[in-house]
């Protein structure tokens, strides 16, 4: 697959806890000179990610990251906060404790919720595929597809996994055809972002790729 077909699948990713502004500019630049798909970027970046890149990528934030368990409000709240600021993708963490509970209900109504926050901006969905059974990654790929946001999304890249082939080849059996997959987490290599992709990933969270194709040491998310 050519480069830069896989950098039009990219949200070029920088979550760190220590990235600053000038770290952050750099992600920008990157991803306007490689076209990847967005910036994935801390919320308190948005602004001036959006003011700076004038509209030439989209920029995607976090919601509830990296665990999950703030309540729905403050996450309907953050995403409310992030589009106004020019976020036009939102990737949210479930609540990984209700789902565990069995309180499929109540993850989904969340879901729905910061759909409708959304409006017409694309929604992600990140479910933390380390820390869950298979069986609960399939229900998560029924709510997901139920609630009507528009990716499911396998891994914060702060936990103790990234994605893997496995989870893509489980998601793209259960999800819905409106639901699109975004692979994130330890995608290290061209070769693996291609086979992602051909397995049926739409995105790839990734700080690696844009470095690989610099002919940089491929270190970090």
């Known amino acids: 697959m050519d480069k830069n077909e896989v950098l039009k699948h990219v949200d070029h990713t920088l979550l760190l806890q220590p990235s600053t502004w000038d770290e952050i500019r750099q992600i920008c630049d990157d991803a306007m000179k490689y076209r990847t798909a967005s910036v994935c970027i801390p919320p308190c970046y948005v602004k001036q990610a959006y003011d700076y890149m004038q509209g030439k990528i989209p920029v995607c934030t976090v919601i ?93 890249g702060f936990s103790s996994g990234g994605a893997t082939f496995d989870d893509i080849k489980l998601f793209a059996g259960h999800i819905g055809p409106h639901v699109k997959i975004k692979a994130a987490g330890g995608i290290s290599s061209m070769e693996d972002a291609e086979k992602f992709l051909s397995l049926g990933a739409d995105r790839l969270g990734t700080s690696r790729i844009v470095k690989i194709v610099k002919g940089e040491e491929a270190a970090g998310y």
Do not use: Q
């Open 64 to 156: 509830g990251f990296p665990n999950g368990n703030m309540t729905t409000k403050t996450k309907e709240f953050e995403t409310k906060d992030a589009i106004g600021n020019g976020a036009s993708e939102i990737d949210m963490v479930i609540n990984i404790g209700w789902l565990k509970d069995k309180k499929y209900d109540l993850v989904e109504e969340e879901i729905r919720t910061l759909k409708k926050a959304c409006g017409d901006r694309i929604l992600k969905v990140i479910i933390e595929t380390c820390l869950l059974t298979d069986e609960e990654k399939i229900k998560m790929c029924r709510i997901v597809t139920s609630a009507g946001a528009d990716y499911i999304k396998t891994s914060t």
